[in-house]
């Protein structure tokens, strides 16, 4: 079995209150850390990788991206998701064989540029696109940004979360990512959505993963959580030692 295999069975089947977890590293040696602690697979952080390389987020070059995704990936022996924001610009095929070329097994897509939401039925034809030139080889994972893009009404975005992962997931997105969206309204996209479900969780505050898992959650992932929480370690060790 092949490790994108491996990755999609591990989206699989997952009873309420076991969501598979998936630690976000921001480098090789953050990612020995995860493997070695136990963690099945990894999904790195676009935010994350963008830190330890010295840019703001959404800033990062496509180069060194995909340069970043494949130090991690080369660093451990379980399949590793990449978060490559919006796509960077490129066709669909180039940016299947980009992210196969790092040694990737999934990625993560966004459905808004620049602060601003996409259309969804042409962001759900490049998916389509994209799930073509990819094949089985990539798991596919939609972000939907409806909650952190200017669509306020609770009621409102919870419609416009459904309509676009319907949407997605007939394109062939093998799970969304509806982030931002509140804990409470999970149960309310669980009900509406078709297939895996990933959620982001607040690194030590906020529901624990099994709890959003119980909510709906199929998967659970930080964001530039883990990697922000070691910067700060870092931050109070330095000050130790200066002091």
């Given at each position: 079995m092949?490790?994108?295999?491996?990755?999609?069975?591990l989206?699989?089947?997952?009873?309420?209150?076991?969501?598979?977890?998936l630690?976000?590293?921001?480098?090789?040696?953050?990612?020995?850390?995860?493997?070695?602690?136990?963690?099945?697979?990894?999904?790195?952080?676009?935010?994350?990788?963008?830190?330890?390389?010295?840019?703001?987020?959404?800033?990062?070059?496509?180069?060194?991206?995909?340069?970043?995704?494949?130090?991690?990936?080369?660093?451990?022996?379980?399949?590793?998701?990449?978060?490559?924001?919006?796509g960077?610009?490129?066709?669909?095929?180039?940016?299947?064989?980009?992210?196969?070329?790092?040694?990737?097994?999934?990625?993560?897509?966004?459905?808004?540029?620049?602060?601003?939401?996409?259309?969804?039925?042409?962001?759900?034809?490049?998916?389509?696109?994209?799930?073509?030139?990819?094949?089985?080889?990539?798991?596919?994972?939609?972000?939907?940004?409806?909650?952190?893009?200017g669509?306020a009404?609770?009621?409102?975005?919870?419609?416009?979360?459904?309509?676009?992962?319907?949407?997605?997931?007939?394109?062939?997105?093998?799970?969304?990512y509806?982030?931002?969206?509140?804990?409470?309204?999970?149960?309310?996209?669980?009900?509406?959505?078709?297939?895996?479900?990933?959620?982001?969780?607040?690194v030590?505050?906020g529901?624990?993963?099994?709890e959003?898992?119980?909510?709906?959650?199929?998967?659970?992932?930080?964001?530039?959580?883990?990697?922000?929480?070691?910067?700060?370690?870092?931050?109070?060790?330095?000050?130790?030692?200066?002091?």
């Amino acid at each position: 079995m092949s490790k994108a295999d491996t990755f999609r069975t591990l989206h699989r089947s997952r009873l309420p209150g076991d969501p598979l977890v998936l630690p976000g590293p921001w480098d090789a040696a953050s990612a020995r850390v995860f493997a070695e602690a136990g963690f099945p697979a990894l999904a790195t952080p676009s935010a994350g990788i963008a830190a330890s390389l010295g840019y703001e987020d959404g800033r990062t070059p496509a180069d060194e991206m995909f340069a970043a995704v494949a130090r991690i990936v080369r660093s451990v022996d379980v399949p590793v998701s990449a978060d490559v924001e919006g796509g960077y610009g490129l066709p669909p095929k180039e940016l299947v064989e980009r992210l196969l070329d790092a040694g990737a097994v999934g990625c993560n897509l966004e459905d808004s540029v620049d602060g601003v939401l996409k259309d969804p039925r042409e962001h759900a034809e490049w998916l389509s696109e994209v799930r073509s030139a990819a094949a089985d080889r990539l798991f596919v994972n939609a972000r939907i940004d409806t909650f952190v893009r200017g669509i306020a009404d609770p009621e409102r975005v919870v419609d416009r979360t459904t309509e676009r992962a319907a949407l997605y997931v007939a394109a062939g997105a093998d799970c969304v990512y509806p982030i931002g969206a509140p804990p409470d309204v999970l149960p309310l996209l669980r009900a509406g959505i078709q297939g895996p479900v990933n959620v982001g969780a607040q690194v030590g505050k906020g529901p624990l993963p099994a709890e959003l898992g119980a909510r709906g959650a199929t998967r659970v992932t930080f964001g530039p959580g883990l990697q922000r929480r070691a910067a700060q370690a870092l931050r109070e060790i330095a000050g130790g030692i200066v002091a």
